[in-house]
């Protein structure tokens, strides 16, 4: 069970420059094969195939609290691609004699438009639809974890290539995020597999070789360790995670550490403009949000 609460992970900038092209590319680190859909979907599976929960409980409980934080991850994802289409000079009703929709297909993803409503897909940089055929879930462990070893690769790979292709504060920000907190979850299925095997797949892999030092937006994530910690997303639950977590980083040679995290403390995401244009919440937004305060009075809320 996901208990949710209204933050972001992380901070992320408002929306600035209008930029379609930019969040067409950014899909992929959504609905991508090694985008954030396929690392949640594969870990979120792996934790419901598990057996043998009592008797071998710190892996599953790493599998399955790396997969919660995914769901964090493509909540990130999403809110930057909406970031990113959000025209802060569309907010007044347009006249739709006048296409005011025309550019924006033209540079971008036309489903962003079409169908999404200014907003993100499971989709991935070619308008694609994710697929379950993404998710390897074998039951055997090793199997899984060595899977999921790669599957970090190959996303880290990725978000570093975004990282490049897309100048846009907000992709920037969310990926300098996502570099860091993918490399630990590449090192926690990296220890699990040497407590397992006594192979260390950092030595035998040191791939892919992500500069993150030199990458400005991961800098705060590193000084705030997030590069060397796991979040506990429980309150009770996923207890013995340190007892496969634990170490050093095999590149920065700190201390591998499980903290509980407090949802309390991440940020609250940036309310999205509305964008009339297509919709979004409505043709005449004021319309809903007359109704919405008629009810909050109504219902007491504050």
Not at 90 to 113: V, Y
Request: net charge negative; proline share 10%; with cysteine.
């Amino acid at each position: 069970m996901i208990h949710r609460f209204d933050r972001l992970l992380t901070e992320l900038p408002p929306p600035s420059t209008y930029d379609p092209a930019g969040a067409a590319v950014v899909q992929e680190l959504m609905g991508g094969k090694f985008g954030e859909m396929s690392t949640l979907m594969n870990y979120t599976f792996q934790s419901f195939n598990y057996r043998d929960r009592k008797g071998t409980r710190p892996f599953y409980d790493l599998i399955a609290n790396i997969a919660a934080e995914e769901y964090g991850h493509i909540e990130l994802v999403g809110h930057a691609i909406g970031t990113m289409l959000t025209d802060t000079e569309a907010t007044a009703t347009p006249d739709p004699a006048e296409t005011p929709l025309k550019g924006g297909p033209q540079s971008g993803n036309p489903h962003h438009f079409v169908n999404g409503g200014k907003g993100v897909l499971p989709q991935d940089s070619r308008g694609m639809p994710w697929t379950g055929d993404n998710v390897v879930s074998t039951g055997d462990l090793i199997t899984d974890l060595t899977h999921n070893f790669f599957l970090e690769t190959g996303a880290r790979s990725g978000k570093l290539r975004v990282y490049e292709s897309v100048d846009h504060p907000v992709a920037r920000a969310l990926t300098g995020y996502l570099l860091v907190r993918g490399g630990v979850h590449q090192v926690a299925y990296a220890r699990a597999l040497e407590h397992l095997t006594g192979a260390d797949l950092t030595k035998l892999f040191p791939s892919p070789r992500i500069p993150t030092d030199k990458i400005p937006e991961c800098q705060p994530h590193i000084e705030n360790g997030d590069d060397a910690r796991i979040y506990r997303f429980s309150p009770s639950d996923f207890t013995e995670m340190a007892a496969v977590f634990n170490g050093l980083h095999p590149e920065t040679g700190k201390p591998l550490e499980v903290v509980d995290d407090d949802p309390e403390s991440r940020p609250r995401p940036e309310d999205p403009l509305p964008q009339p244009d297509v919709f979004a919440p409505s043709y005449e937004p004021e319309e809903i949000q007359e109704i919405a305060d008629k009810l909050r009075k109504k219902a007491g809320a504050k």
